[in-house]
């Protein structure tokens, strides 16, 4: 059984920084490339980051670029999500995700989600 479990989301004030993880179980890790995404209540769940099975390759979301940054460490089956610079406008539940094929944007290209950990940026 697929598990993934993120923790590390707290309240925050703007331009604090914040480190969220994500530990995988019950699959081949490696075979996986990972994402973050958000959602707010009443929107769509937003692509954050993702990263290539081996780390090599990371995309981001504009209005993340510069700010945050995703890695993956294979030897532990973790990927995390560093978010300097932090806004109000980052306000939102985070999710891991697993993807069989490739690092996309699409929430449909994700096959495995964790439960979510909340993020609240305070102005």
């Known amino acids: 059984q697929v598990q993934l479990v993120e923790s590390g989301g707290r309240l925050v004030q703007a331009g604090d920084s914040l480190r969220l993880s994500c530990a995988a179980s019950?699959?081949?890790?490696?075979?996986?490339?990972m994402g973050w995404f958000r959602q707010v209540p009443g929107k769509e769940r937003e692509f954050v980051a993702g990263?290539?099975?081996?780390?090599?390759?990371?995309n981001y979301a504009d209005s993340v670029k510069g700010r945050f940054t995703i890695s993956r460490d294979n030897a532990k089956n973790t990927v995390s999500l560093q978010m300097n610079s932090l806004k109000p406008e980052d306000t939102a539940v985070y999710y891991c995700?697993?993807?069989?094929?490739?690092?996309?944007?699409?929430?449909?290209?994700?096959?495995?989600w964790g439960q979510g950990t909340q993020v609240t940026v305070s102005s």
């Open positions: 990263v290539s099975r081996y780390g090599v390759n990371t």
């Open positions: 995700a697993a993807s069989p094929g490739g690092a996309g944007t699409g929430s449909d290209e994700y096959k495995n």
């Open positions: 019950g699959l081949t890790f490696r075979s996986y490339a």
